[in-house]
Protein backbone atom coordinates (compact mmCIF):
# COMPACT_ATOMS: atom_id res chain seq x y z
CA UNK A 1 0.00 0.00 0.00
CA UNK A 2 1.52 3.20 -1.30
CA UNK A 3 0.88 6.21 0.74
CA UNK A 4 0.48 9.86 -1.20
CA UNK A 5 0.77 12.32 1.26
CA UNK A 6 0.84 16.43 1.01
CA UNK A 7 4.78 17.21 -0.76
CA UNK A 8 6.95 20.22 0.62
CA UNK A 9 6.31 23.01 -1.48
CA UNK A 10 9.28 25.24 0.00
CA UNK A 11 8.30 29.24 0.57
CA UNK A 12 7.70 28.73 4.12
CA UNK A 13 4.20 27.63 3.29
CA UNK A 14 2.91 24.88 6.15
CA UNK A 15 -0.20 24.43 4.71
CA UNK A 16 -2.53 23.83 1.39
CA UNK A 17 -6.20 23.68 -0.07
CA UNK A 18 -7.31 20.21 -1.48
CA UNK A 19 -8.92 21.88 -4.57
CA UNK A 20 -10.47 19.07 -6.49
CA UNK A 21 -9.98 15.31 -6.86
CA UNK A 22 -9.24 14.47 -10.58
CA UNK A 23 -10.14 10.60 -9.71
CA UNK A 24 -11.81 8.82 -7.16
CA UNK A 25 -11.75 6.47 -4.84
CA UNK A 26 -12.17 2.82 -6.61
CA UNK A 27 -10.52 4.09 -9.71
CA UNK A 28 -7.40 2.31 -10.86
CA UNK A 29 -5.03 5.17 -11.90
CA UNK A 30 -1.66 4.84 -13.91
CA UNK A 31 2.06 5.55 -12.21
CA UNK A 32 2.59 9.66 -12.62
CA UNK A 33 -0.96 10.17 -13.64
CA UNK A 34 -2.65 13.41 -11.69
CA UNK A 35 -4.95 12.73 -9.03
CA UNK A 36 -5.36 15.76 -7.27
CA UNK A 37 -4.88 19.76 -7.43
CA UNK A 38 -3.90 21.69 -4.12
CA UNK A 39 -3.21 25.30 -3.85
CA UNK A 40 -1.00 27.36 -1.53
CA UNK A 41 -1.59 31.21 -0.91
CA UNK A 42 1.37 31.25 -3.55
CA UNK A 43 0.37 28.67 -6.60
CA UNK A 44 -1.37 25.65 -7.62
CA UNK A 45 0.49 22.22 -7.80
CA UNK A 46 -0.90 18.72 -8.77
CA UNK A 47 -0.46 15.52 -7.03
CA UNK A 48 0.61 12.78 -8.81
CA UNK A 49 1.07 8.92 -8.69
CA UNK A 50 3.58 7.41 -7.39
CA UNK A 51 2.74 3.74 -8.72
CA UNK A 52 -0.26 2.38 -10.31
CA UNK A 53 -3.06 0.98 -8.78
CA UNK A 54 -6.26 1.64 -7.08
CA UNK A 55 -6.68 4.85 -5.15
CA UNK A 56 -8.31 5.35 -1.93
CA UNK A 57 -8.89 8.97 -1.58
CA UNK A 58 -8.37 10.38 2.39
CA UNK A 59 -8.87 13.96 2.50
CA UNK A 60 -11.81 15.97 1.01
CA UNK A 61 -11.74 18.47 -1.37
CA UNK A 62 -12.06 21.93 0.30
CA UNK A 63 -10.11 20.52 3.72
CA UNK A 64 -6.67 22.67 4.71
CA UNK A 65 -4.40 20.04 5.09
CA UNK A 66 -0.93 20.57 6.61
CA UNK A 67 2.32 19.57 4.87
CA UNK A 68 3.34 15.69 5.19
CA UNK A 69 -0.87 14.79 5.33
CA UNK A 70 -2.19 11.89 4.44
CA UNK A 71 -3.93 12.69 1.28
CA UNK A 72 -4.83 9.14 -0.40
CA UNK A 73 -3.48 5.52 -0.73
CA UNK A 74 -2.59 3.64 -3.52
CA UNK A 75 -3.22 -0.41 -3.51
CA UNK A 76 -0.10 -1.09 -6.06
CA UNK A 77 -1.23 -4.65 -5.97
CA UNK A 78 -4.39 -4.69 -7.34
CA UNK A 79 -4.85 -4.86 -11.52
CA UNK A 80 -6.82 -3.15 -13.56
CA UNK A 81 -10.47 -4.57 -13.74
CA UNK A 82 -11.75 -4.49 -17.85
CA UNK A 83 -14.82 -2.98 -18.52
CA UNK A 84 -17.90 -4.86 -18.23
CA UNK A 85 -20.42 -4.96 -21.41
CA UNK A 86 -24.00 -5.70 -20.23
CA UNK A 87 -27.33 -6.37 -22.38
CA UNK A 88 -30.25 -5.21 -20.99
CA UNK A 89 -34.08 -5.75 -21.72
CA UNK A 90 -35.52 -2.30 -23.44
CA UNK A 91 -37.85 -0.92 -20.54
CA UNK A 92 -41.58 0.10 -21.30
CA UNK A 93 -42.70 3.31 -21.98
CA UNK A 94 -42.89 5.40 -18.90
CA UNK A 95 -47.18 6.98 -18.95
CA UNK A 96 -46.77 10.17 -16.76
CA UNK A 97 -49.83 12.09 -16.02
CA UNK A 98 -49.93 16.38 -16.16
CA UNK A 99 -51.44 17.85 -13.19
CA UNK A 100 -52.33 21.78 -13.01
CA UNK A 101 -50.27 23.40 -10.71
CA UNK A 102 -51.52 25.23 -7.72
CA UNK A 103 -50.06 28.24 -6.11
CA UNK A 104 -47.73 27.80 -2.86
CA UNK A 105 -49.44 30.54 -0.73
CA UNK A 106 -47.26 29.91 2.00
CA UNK A 107 -44.90 32.90 2.94
CA UNK A 108 -41.51 32.33 1.64
CA UNK A 109 -38.95 31.45 4.18
CA UNK A 110 -36.13 33.89 4.00
CA UNK A 111 -32.65 31.77 3.20
CA UNK A 112 -29.39 31.96 5.19
CA UNK A 113 -26.13 32.08 4.73
CA UNK A 114 -24.26 28.45 5.18
CA UNK A 115 -22.12 27.88 8.18
CA UNK A 116 -19.30 26.17 6.30
CA UNK A 117 -18.27 28.47 3.69
CA UNK A 118 -15.06 28.04 2.54
CA UNK A 119 -12.54 30.34 1.19
CA UNK A 120 -9.45 30.16 -1.10
CA UNK A 121 -6.21 30.60 0.29
CA UNK A 122 -5.74 33.64 -1.32
CA UNK A 123 -9.04 35.16 -0.09
CA UNK A 124 -8.55 33.92 3.71
CA UNK A 125 -5.76 36.05 3.77
CA UNK A 126 -7.38 38.72 2.29
CA UNK A 127 -10.32 38.53 4.87
CA UNK A 128 -7.49 38.29 7.29
CA UNK A 129 -5.72 41.00 6.79
CA UNK A 130 -9.03 43.43 7.08
CA UNK A 131 -10.53 41.24 9.66
CA UNK A 132 -14.00 40.62 7.86
CA UNK A 133 -16.07 37.74 9.14
CA UNK A 134 -16.30 35.33 6.29
CA UNK A 135 -20.02 34.43 6.85
CA UNK A 136 -20.39 38.24 5.52
CA UNK A 137 -19.14 37.67 1.99
CA UNK A 138 -21.94 36.20 -0.54
CA UNK A 139 -19.77 32.61 -2.63
CA UNK A 140 -19.26 32.67 -6.45
CA UNK A 141 -16.47 30.54 -6.56
CA UNK A 142 -16.87 26.76 -7.33
CA UNK A 143 -18.15 24.11 -4.57
CA UNK A 144 -19.58 27.58 -3.24
CA UNK A 145 -16.29 28.59 -2.33
CA UNK A 146 -15.26 32.56 -1.75
CA UNK A 147 -12.75 34.16 -4.19
CA UNK A 148 -11.19 37.06 -5.23
CA UNK A 149 -13.88 38.56 -7.49
CA UNK A 150 -16.28 37.81 -4.35
CA UNK A 151 -14.13 40.02 -2.11
CA UNK A 152 -13.88 43.05 -4.88
CA UNK A 153 -17.52 43.29 -4.56
CA UNK A 154 -17.66 43.04 -1.04
CA UNK A 155 -15.36 46.33 -0.96
CA UNK A 156 -17.17 47.97 -3.00
CA UNK A 157 -20.07 47.71 -0.77
CA UNK A 158 -18.22 48.66 2.13
CA UNK A 159 -16.65 51.29 0.67
CA UNK A 160 -13.36 49.65 2.16
CA UNK A 161 -9.83 51.14 -0.22
CA UNK A 162 -7.96 48.99 -2.50
CA UNK A 163 -4.58 48.46 -2.95
CA UNK A 164 -2.52 47.64 -5.82
CA UNK A 165 0.00 44.43 -4.83
CA UNK A 166 2.46 41.77 -6.32
CA UNK A 167 3.83 38.99 -5.01
CA UNK A 168 7.39 39.38 -5.31
CA UNK A 169 10.43 36.66 -5.49
CA UNK A 170 12.63 37.57 -7.80
CA UNK A 171 13.51 40.90 -9.77
CA UNK A 172 13.26 39.96 -13.39
CA UNK A 173 11.16 37.87 -15.45
CA UNK A 174 13.64 35.20 -16.94
CA UNK A 175 14.88 34.77 -13.40
CA UNK A 176 11.65 32.64 -13.20
CA UNK A 177 13.96 29.43 -14.14
CA UNK A 178 16.48 30.28 -11.56
CA UNK A 179 13.93 30.54 -8.85
CA UNK A 180 12.47 27.14 -9.92
CA UNK A 181 16.03 25.34 -9.08
CA UNK A 182 15.92 27.27 -5.94
CA UNK A 183 12.18 26.11 -4.99
CA UNK A 184 13.88 22.40 -6.35
CA UNK A 185 16.04 22.48 -3.83
CA UNK A 186 14.10 23.94 -0.65
CA UNK A 187 12.08 21.06 -1.45
CA UNK A 188 14.55 18.47 -2.66
CA UNK A 189 13.49 17.70 -5.88
CA UNK A 190 14.74 18.27 -9.37
CA UNK A 191 13.62 19.79 -12.29
CA UNK A 192 12.89 17.38 -14.35
CA UNK A 193 10.29 15.58 -11.45
CA UNK A 194 6.71 16.26 -12.85
CA UNK A 195 5.75 16.22 -8.99
CA UNK A 196 7.96 19.62 -7.87
CA UNK A 197 6.59 22.32 -6.33
CA UNK A 198 6.72 25.09 -8.73
CA UNK A 199 4.75 28.36 -9.35
CA UNK A 200 2.26 28.24 -12.29
CA UNK A 201 3.61 31.40 -14.09
CA UNK A 202 6.74 33.45 -14.56
CA UNK A 203 4.93 36.69 -13.17
CA UNK A 204 6.46 36.74 -9.64
CA UNK A 205 8.77 39.45 -10.89
CA UNK A 206 9.56 43.37 -9.89
CA UNK A 207 6.95 44.85 -11.80
CA UNK A 208 7.09 48.81 -12.58
CA UNK A 209 4.08 51.38 -12.53
CA UNK A 210 2.99 51.41 -16.05
CA UNK A 211 3.03 47.51 -16.21
CA UNK A 212 0.93 47.72 -12.78
CA UNK A 213 -1.07 50.30 -13.44
CA UNK A 214 -1.66 48.50 -16.96
CA UNK A 215 -2.67 45.14 -14.43
CA UNK A 216 -5.19 46.74 -12.70
CA UNK A 217 -6.57 49.28 -15.36
CA UNK A 218 -10.14 48.20 -14.09
CA UNK A 219 -9.55 49.51 -10.63
CA UNK A 220 -7.97 52.89 -11.21
CA UNK A 221 -7.74 53.33 -7.51
CA UNK A 222 -5.30 50.58 -6.22
CA UNK A 223 -2.61 52.25 -7.68
CA UNK A 224 -3.27 55.69 -6.49
CA UNK A 225 -4.16 53.97 -2.65
CA UNK A 226 -0.37 51.67 -3.27
CA UNK A 227 1.26 55.09 -3.93
CA UNK A 228 0.15 56.99 -1.24
CA UNK A 229 1.07 54.32 1.22
CA UNK A 230 4.73 54.54 -0.79
CA UNK A 231 5.07 57.94 -0.37
CA UNK A 232 4.29 57.45 3.58
CA UNK A 233 7.55 55.61 3.88
CA UNK A 234 10.97 56.69 4.72
CA UNK A 235 13.83 53.99 4.14
CA UNK A 236 17.35 53.85 2.61
CA UNK A 237 18.64 50.89 0.76
CA UNK A 238 22.13 50.61 0.97
CA UNK A 239 24.14 49.80 -1.82
CA UNK A 240 27.09 47.26 -2.96
CA UNK A 241 26.65 45.61 0.44
CA UNK A 242 25.87 42.05 0.90
CA UNK A 243 22.66 42.08 2.80
CA UNK A 244 22.60 38.05 3.49
CA UNK A 245 22.15 37.04 6.96
Not at 184 to 198: A, E, H, Q, V, Y
Not at 214 to 227: G, M, W
Request: aromatic share 4%; with cysteine.
Amino acid sequence: MIEIKVPTVGESISEVQLLRWNKKTGEYVERDEVIAELESEKATFEVNAEKAGVLTTIAAEGDQLKIGELLATIDDTAKAISPKVEITAPKPPVVTTVQTAVPDTKPAVPQTAPVDVKATPLASAMLAEKKIDLAQVKATGPQGKVVKDDLLKLAKELGLPLLATNDLHYTYREDAKHHAALLCINSGSTLSDPKRFKFDSDEFYFKDAATMRRIFKDIEEACENTLLIAERCDTTLRENENLLP
